[in-house]
């Protein structure tokens, strides 16, 4: 399994800008996809964005898209999720996965992720 480890959460006001960072070690060939997932307070988790490692196919959420861009630096196994003109309700842990294999559209679904990290907390003030 490959380990991932989040970085780069915080408090922001609302419209700035935040990085978020995944860093994967271990056996980093099992993530074929990688992808940003987040849950708010009380919330189901939601798929935020994904991306495919080898040809860097990336996959939105709809409501999100124009706001936040996956990104992956293969080289040194990280992958990175920008959200600009963050709101309130962007406020949530955000989980980073990783799937072993190609899985298509189910890209939006949490359960081929195999592997997941801690998570890393953005609070979005007002």
């Known amino acids: 399994q490959v380990r991932l480890e989040e970085s780069g959460g915080g408090l922001v006001p609302a419209g700035d800008s935040l990085r978020l960072s995944c860093a994967a070690s271990?056996?980093?060939?099992?993530?074929?996809?990688m992808a940003w997932f987040r849950q708010g307070l009380g919330k189901e988790r939601e798929f935020v964005a994904a991306i495919r490692r080898s040809d860097g196919g990336k996959y939105y959420q709809d409501s999100l898209k124009g706001r936040i861009t996956i990104s992956t630096d293969n080289n040194k196994n990280m992958i990175y999720l920008q959200m600009n003109n963050m709101q309130p309700e962007d406020t949530a842990v955000y989980y980073c996965?990783?799937?072993?294999?190609?899985?298509?559209?189910?890209?939006?679904?949490?359960?081929?992720?195999?592997?997941w990290g801690q998570g890393t907390r953005v609070t979005v003030s007002t």
């Open positions: 271990g056996r980093t060939a099992s993530s074929v996809v």
């Open positions: 996965a990783a799937a072993p294999k190609m899985i298509g559209e189910a890209v939006r679904s949490s359960r081929p992720y195999s592997s």
